[in-house]
């Protein structure tokens, strides 16, 4: 038995190993081998290939970044629930349809927590 444990274990530490290796090599080559150059044109702010114009230096609201992140978030949620409304109902129906009401419930006092703190608010900048 624990010799059945070790060779599991084993396993898993040639599998993180070769993660790892896998995760590192492109970083690795692609640093021994890209060239490097330091200029002006470099320095510039690239815009889907056109010159810039003007500053690209504007303070944007923070109410951006947080809507960006909420959506973000629900997103990935939404995206759980179409695997799991597929798998669901085989067996335990009553069961499978608790749990996903639970799920959204969750996700509706986020919202709700959100919505309290303000962060749903949109202030001009007047």
Do not use: C
């Amino acid at each position: 038995m624990p010799g059945q444990v070790l060779h599991d274990f084993l396993y898993v530490g040639v599998f993180l190993v070769v993660g790892v290796i896998f995760a590192l090599t492109p970083i690795v080559v692609s640093w021994l081998i890209a060239p490097r150059s330091e200029s002006a044109k470099r320095a510039e702010t690239y815009e889907s290939g056109m010159t810039a114009l003007g500053s690209a230096w504007i303070q944007f609201s923070v109410a951006y970044y947080i809507y960006t992140l909420i959506f973000l978030a629900f997103d990935v949620d939404v995206l759980y629930l179409f695997p799991v409304a597929l798998i669901y109902g085989k067996q335990f129906i009553f069961r499978d349809f608790l749990e996903i009401v639970i799920f959204v419930f969750i996700l509706s006092l986020a919202i709700v927590y959100a919505w309290r703190k303000g962060v749903f608010k949109w202030q001009s900048r007047r």
